[in-house]
């Protein structure tokens, strides 16, 4: 019965592949993210979307393209990897109290190895 | 932006001993909710405890306590009668509260708790 989960754990591809994590919650949270971390365990916001509305996009590549079908889904899809693209992914939700996102539950995290 | 600092890259503690895992950060808003997450070798983030900025009282959560000074800016992690299982990397956020704008979680570069025997 997980409550955020993201597909798939491990990911190894070669330099140049297009792929795709895709992450679910089904804790009926109206906001979703992805961070990445990376080798120095450092974690960073790349996308937030609230009821799949784009909401925060940081300093990431355009190879890096969020979409999120539904409030419960929110996929990333990376073009053109390339060897600094390794890093675990994390996606996360948020519930909303007084009107404002609070703490973030995580998946499980998909550690992306390019080679 | 606001910033969040770890000072502590790595800290050990003996088993049922206590230690205190620092945290500061630099913020110009008054209303923020401040986390620590643990992060164990199974790569899972967890939410350890929790606490708003307009709450006076330091959170709690059975072993893992709080010390929040807002003026300093200072959230610390105490963890009492530590176990083998809390070995792990524990980081600390901060979240902006302030109506209007999109938050995010900002963290600090984590602190590697070993706990020995």
């Known amino acids: 019965d997980t409550a955020v989960s993201q597909t798939p754990k491990y990911l190894v591809t070669q330099m140049g592949n297009d792929k795709s994590i895709k992450c679910e919650q089904n804790?009926?949270?109206?906001?979703m993210y992805w961070y990445k971390q990376d080798s120095k365990k450092f974690l960073k916001i790349m996308f937030s979307?609230?009821?799949?509305?784009?909401?925060i996009n940081e300093t990431v590549p355009n190879r890096f393209s969020p979409k999120s079908p539904d409030k419960a889904h929110l996929n990333l899809h990376i073009n053109s990897l390339e060897l600094g693209d390794s890093a675990v992914y994390f996606c996360?939700?948020?519930?909303?109290?007084?009107?404002?996102?609070?703490?973030?539950?995580f998946g499980q995290g998909t550690r992306l190895t390019v080679v | 932006a606001q910033t969040v600092t770890q000072s502590q890259p790595e800290m050990s503690v003996q088993e049922a001993e206590t230690v205190t895992l620092s945290c500061t950060y630099d913020?110009?808003?008054?209303?923020?909710?401040l986390f620590w997450y643990k992060q164990p070798p199974s790569r899972q983030m967890i939410l350890v405890i929790r606490?708003?900025?307009?709450?006076?009282q330091n959170a709690t959560e059975n072993r893992f306590s709080v010390n929040f000074q807002k003026a300093a800016k200072s959230f610390s992690l105490k963890i009492s009668d530590s176990q083998l299982g809390d070995a792990a990397m524990y980081f600390c956020?901060?979240?902006?509260?302030?109506?209007?704008?999109?938050?995010?979680?900002?963290f600090g570069t984590g602190t590697r708790l070993q706990v020995t025997l």
């Open positions: 996360a939700s948020s519930p909303t109290r007084r009107g404002q996102s609070t703490e973030a539950f």
């Open positions: 804790l009926g949270h109206d906001t």
């Open positions: 979307y609230n009821n799949k509305e784009l909401i």
């Open positions: 913020t110009s808003e008054s209303d923020y909710y």
């Open positions: 606490q708003e900025a307009y709450k006076q």
């Open positions: 956020a901060y979240r902006s509260q302030v109506t209007g704008t999109a938050s995010k979680l900002t």
